[in-house]
């Protein structure tokens, strides 16, 4: 008994490696260890065996056998997945560089690119975005910034005038804004202080392009207003801007200058880490005269305010050797940002 | 304003020309105080191997008209022949000569060669061959009795020398004077201030030029001075350098003093030869309107009453008041008696003229800014002590007039100045005390006692009237670096308005749906949108640059259009482009209706990848509009377009581009568009998407394929497929469309898949059939019928 248990436990273990798929495997597990397979039948044979003995030592055996037969088909079974799946894998192989489409991402204008890196810095130091019309009157763009009519800092502007008129108003006072600006003003009557604004956005001047020069591009203008703001507070926003934006390594300083809309006035330069100078933009305590226009009263409100170009922005961190370039639309330019 | 070191340092001792880090921090002063250092340039180097010789004859060759051969003496007993291209030199003068070997400042290297086989020994120099102003008109002539074979720098007294580039800004006109800039930077550095102050002293009998003064608001000051003795010859050499050196040519002695004392006093002056002077007297007056005049640059000028003119006593115009003068006084070689007109005039009336003119001159330029009506007296003093070094008969004539009118501003002005206003802008601790010594020295004096004090303001700072132009003296000379940098406490928290941040949100889905931005010109030439088919009302620039862009846009789609077609030429298709801006359409308010637009184009393909586009942004910005298809948008094709219309006011457009269109702008593609007004896009706020419960029941699908006819829009069965269904759908998808003759013309079959979902179940075969018979009940409404 005992040797027919070896024999057909041998037999089937002899199967079971030869099985040569994962469906003979599942056959083979049925036919061998099902009610009809040869260890069963065996097993119905132990109540035929004279001795307890015989029938202990034979019932162990066909139990064993059965362990080791279905262990056996386990371990087939494993072994034809892996080898299928390496199969598959090997089959799949495809050379990755065969696939060269085009990139299909759309890209930002360098423009936005430069006005949007510049929100954002502006936003982490506390700023507000405020926005205006690109199209002005006479009043937000010269008179409110305390540049009167017959103001000769008007005529440094060269300002484009469009022929609307508000109804029963005069002709020849709207005009594409020169600088942004106005947006201060338009700030000062909408909301109380403390503002805190940056306003970036087109403007226009009546310049023929060149290299440097667009007749159409765009500034950003900040403004803060609010109770005991200093001429300390600008040279240390500049600076924590110039740090924030070019990099902890650049540092800024303000000089005199002269704008009409704040006084005292300053140009700002950065110094790049190599020592040397650029000069960015203008700044400046906001005029009496423009907190007036504002609606605010100098005596409880000060503030200062600066401004400069984005798209020189862009045009420094891309090297663009002609600003014109930015306006083309040459799918070749937009697509290298 | 051209700043000559050496001259500056007639004011006071400001740095050594020679001594580079005196010089270098000179200029950081300057740059410290406003008045920045554009351009800092030595000047006064001579050039090596030029040597004074003397002409001893000019021969003309026959062959060679354009030169002449000339035989100098450089004092070493050998004659060297020259060949020279100028002929303003006579036998006997002294003239530069660069020998062999001699390294022009322009590079050139002075090498032997020859016209017609005949060498030159040398060349002959012009004065702006040797740095020495600009002036090429001739061989520099030296002055008679200069020795002979010495370096021509030592012969002229040629000294190293420093020429500043100052950027004066608009609020300083006392800088357009050297003494303007010498007070303000002695002051920063706390030298001593040396200003000319020369009086007036008349050697002369009683000798008047009457002034009548008509329009004395637009001139406050005009004095005339009659000055005899005058023989016209050159001016002095050093003032002739001086002036060369900051770009002025040397004309004659009359003419050089009276631009040296406008150099140095910022006071235009005017001499005019009295004898040509009808009835030897002035009047001071407006223009008649189209009175004429020919002024000294040999125009002939128009003018109307705004203008200020000068005439002779016989009302004749002889000049336009602060601007130029005219050409019928002008001093010539005969004059022996001149009148000195020093007068100020209103700085509008200057700028205005100027500018009408479109003349502007070194006077109006002055003026215009505005002058100091108060340093006159010194200026006319300083003319004739000037002039006396090269006419020693001078005779300066008693009997000056000075007439005055209302226009003159007030000799002493003064603001209010609180000491804690200044610390409150400045951010400065400073106290009442400290402010004599930052601001008497430049002619803002201090007065009175306590935290409150008047400060008197000079007249030569027109630009200065309040309380906050005092403080931004204080600023300038206590030092803007020494302020300090505070960051100011915002209470307000940095952020995106709402719109600002769907801005972001709509640029960022379009750049991912692969779309880049494009900034076209939002000018456009006049014919430029009827061509897109959008004719209408627009506002034009009435000063264009050009008149092809001379109208403000109503749509961003020309522009895209323009841009497909620039990129087409350049071999570049398939461009898929989107531009976010204004437009600019005209209104009846106080501005025009200003609003900000999206137009998408994508060349190359259909309408329906705009509407994709168009669901992208619905579904990412939550907003929603009926496509209107039974309106078609002007300029877009009339069978694939649909006005998008959300509420009352269309928001938008999407389809294709009219063909004709494409056409005329020379466009070869198809283009699809969608153009959103972001006003309403952007202005209404989003609805944050209120939580559905997902459910983790078993799911079902349905296909039900619908035969429809063409003009029911497939968006209306969606619709009522929806509505019939109830809520056990979950989705429905359209997977495929099907026109075939079977279904007859103009119909078509639309196959749905709808899957179905409970909350809270499984769904039985009795769920499967009522969703279907609602269906199909509600489809049959729009005459929609279940394909078999």
């Known amino acids: 008994m005992i040797d027919e248990i070896g024999a057909a436990r041998e037999t089937a273990l002899t199967q079971v490696a030869a099985a040569d798929s994962l469906e003979s495997v599942t056959m083979l597990g049925t036919q061998l260890l099902g009610k009809k397979g040869p260890l069963a039948q065996l097993k119905t044979k132990l109540g035929g065996l004279s001795t307890v003995d015989e029938k202990k030592a034979a019932g162990s055996a066909v139990n064993e056998a059965i362990q080791v037969v279905t262990a056996a088909l386990e371990f087939r079974n494993i072994e034809l997945s892996e080898a299928a799946l390496a199969a598959r894998v090997q089959f799949e192989s495809i050379d990755l560089t065969e696939y060269a489409d085009r990139p299909t991402r759309g890209h930002a204008h360098v423009v936005t690119q430069a006005w949007e890196r510049l929100e954002d810095v502006f936003i982490g130091l506390g700023f507000q975005v405020a926005e205006g019309p690109e199209v002005e009157t006479d009043w937000h763009n010269f008179e409110a910034l305390n540049m009167g009519e017959g103001h000769p800092a008007r005529g440094e502007f060269d300002t484009l005038f469009v022929d609307h008129a508000p109804a029963g108003g005069q002709p020849g006072r709207t005009l594409l804004r020169t600088h942004t600006s106005p947006v201060q003003i338009r700030t000062m009557l909408e909301q109380e202080p403390p503002i805190y604004i940056v306003a970036p956005g087109r403007v226009f001047r009546r310049d023929t392009p060149d290299a440097t020069h667009m007749p159409v591009f765009h500034q950003i203008e900040g403004l803060v207003i609010d109770r005991n703001i200093t001429m300390a507070d600008l040279a240390g926003t500049i600076e924590a801007f110039t740090k924030a934006f070019f990099g902890a390594d650049f540092s800024s300083r303000l000089r005199p200058s002269y704008f009409p809309f704040t006084e005292p006035s300053a140009e700002f330069d950065i110094q790049r880490p190599d020592g040397s100078w650029l000069e960015l933009g203008g700044c400046g305590m906001v005029h009496p005269n423009v907190l007036i226009a504002g609606g605010l009263d100098p005596e409880q409100w000060s503030g200062f305010a600066f401004g400069f170009g984005i798209d020189r922005m862009a045009v420094m961190r891309h090297q663009v050797a002609d600003i014109r370039d930015m306006y083309v639309n040459d799918i070749r330019f937009i697509e290298q940002f | 304003m051209k700043i000559l070191l050496s001259w500056l340092n007639e004011y006071g001792d400001f740095a050594d020309p020679t001594n580079a880090v005196a010089v270098q921090r000179l200029a950081d002063v300057m740059t410290g105080l406003g008045l920045e250092v554009g351009n800092l340039e030595f000047v006064g180097d001579t050039v090596e191997g030029v040597i004074t010789a003397r002409i001893n004859r000019l021969v003309q060759h026959p062959d060679a008209a354009k030169v002449q051969r000339v035989y100098v003496d450089a004092g070493d007993g050998h004659e060297r022949h020259v060949w020279c291209g100028a002929f303003n030199m006579a036998e006997g003068d002294v003239v530069p000569l660069a020998t062999f070997g001699t390294v022009m400042p322009n590079g050139m290297t002075i090498e032997r060669r020859g016209i017609l086989g005949i060498d030159s020994e040398g060349m002959l120099c012009a004065p702006d061959e040797l740095g020495l102003g600009s002036d090429h008109s001739g061989i520099l002539i030296m002055p008679e009795g200069t020795p002979l074979g010495i370096p021509y720098g030592e012969a002229l007294g040629v000294q190293p020398d420093i020429l500043f580039d100052l950027d004066v800004t608009r609020n300083r006109p006392d800088c357009w004077g050297y003494v303007g800039i010498a007070r303000d930077v002695a002051a920063q550095m706390g030298i001593e201030f040396r200003q000319p102050k020369p009086a007036l002293a008349a050697d002369g009998d009683q000798r008047s030029a009457p002034v009548e003064l008509i329009d004395g608001d637009k001139c406050g000051r005009f004095t005339s001075l009659v000055l005899s003795g005058i023989e016209i010859g050159p001016s002095a050499d ?59 640059d040999g125009d002939s000028r128009s003018f109307t009453p705004t203008d200020l003119l000068i005439c002779d006593a016989t009302d004749r115009p002889i000049g336009i008041g602060g601007v130029m003068g005219g050409l019928n006084t002008e001093i010539t070689e005969a004059t022996t008696t001149v009148v000195l007109e020093i007068a100020w005039f209103q700085p509008l009336t200057v700028l205005q003229t100027s500018s009408r003119l479109g003349l502007r001159s070194e006077a109006s330029a002055r003026y215009e800014r505005g002058c100091d ?72 004096t201090v007065t009175g006692v306590g935290d409150t004090r008047r400060v008197a303001i000079p007249s030569w700072r027109p630009d200065s009237e309040a309380e906050i132009d005092v403080i931004e003296e204080v600023a300038r000379h206590y030092g803007y670096a020494k302020l300090g940098k505070t960051v100011p406490k915002s209470t307000v928290h940095g952020a995106l308005s709402v719109r600002q941040q769907r801005r972001r949100q709509l640029r960022q889905l379009l750049l991912g749906l692969g779309l880049s931005e494009a900034m076209p010109n939002p000018f456009l030439a006049p014919d430029t949108l009827s061509k897109a088919g959008l004719d209408g009302p627009t506002i034009r620039i009435t000063n264009p640059l050009i008149v092809e862009e001379s109208v403000l846009r109503t749509s961003l789609r020309p522009g895209l259009l323009e841009s497909i077609a620039y990129n087409e030429s350049h071999r570049r298709t398939g461009l898929k482009l989107f531009e976010i801006g204004h437009v600019y359409p005209p209104g009846n308010g106080e501005l025009p209706d200003e609003h900000e637009a999206l137009c998408v184009v994508m060349a190359g393909s259909q309408a329906p990848a705009a509407m994709a586009v168009w669901r992208e942004i619905a579904n990412t910005l939550g907003v929603g509009a009926r496509v209107d298809q039974g309106r078609v948008p002007p300029g877009l094709h009339a069978t694939r377009s649909a006005v998008l219309q959300a509420g009352k006011q269309p928001s938008g457009a999407v389809g294709e581009v009219d063909p004709g269109v494409l056409h005329r702008f020379g466009v070869n593609e198809r283009v ?18 209120a939580w559905k419960p997902v459910s983790r029941m078993p799911s079902s699908d349905l296909d039900l394929a619908f035969v429809m006819g063409d003009d029911v829009p497939a968006e209306k069965l969606e619709r009522a497929i929806r509505q019939g269904a109830g809520n056990l759908l979950v989705d429905l998808d359209l997977f495929d469309v099907f026109r075939g003759a079977a279904l007859g013309e103009g119909r078509r079959s639309l196959a749905y898949r709808l899957r179905l979902q409970a909350a809270d179940r499984n769904l039985t075969d009795s769920d499967i059939a009522d969703v279907r018979r609602g269906a199909v009940v509600a489809a049959a409404k729009l005459g929609a019928q279940l394909r078999g």
């Open chain 2, 238 to 296: 050093w003032m002739q350098r001086r002036l060369m050196a900051g770009g002025m040519r040397a004309i004659s002695n009359v003419v050089d003093v009276s631009n040296y004392v406008m150099l140095e006093l910022n006071q235009p002056n005017h001499a005019y030869d009295l004898d040509t002077l009808g009835g030897g007297g002035f009047r001071v007056r407006v223009a008649t309107d189209g009175e004429q005049m020919q002024t000294l």
């Open chain 2, 373 to 444: 009506p108060y340093i006159i007296d010194t200026a006319q003093a300083r003319f004739a002590e000037l002039l006396r070094e090269t006419c020693p008969n001078l005779v300066v004539h008693a009997g000056m007039i000075d007439a005055r009118g209302p226009g003159l501003p007030e000799p002493e002005r003064s603001a209010t100045v609180r000491v804690m206003e200044i610390n409150r802008i400045l951010g400065t601790q400073l106290d009442a005390g400290d402010l004599p010594g930052l601001l008497d020295p430049i002619g803002f």
């Open chain 2, 672 to 689: 699809a568009i969608l153009e959103l007004n972001l006003d309403e896009v952007l202005g209404r706020p989003p609805k944050p998407a």
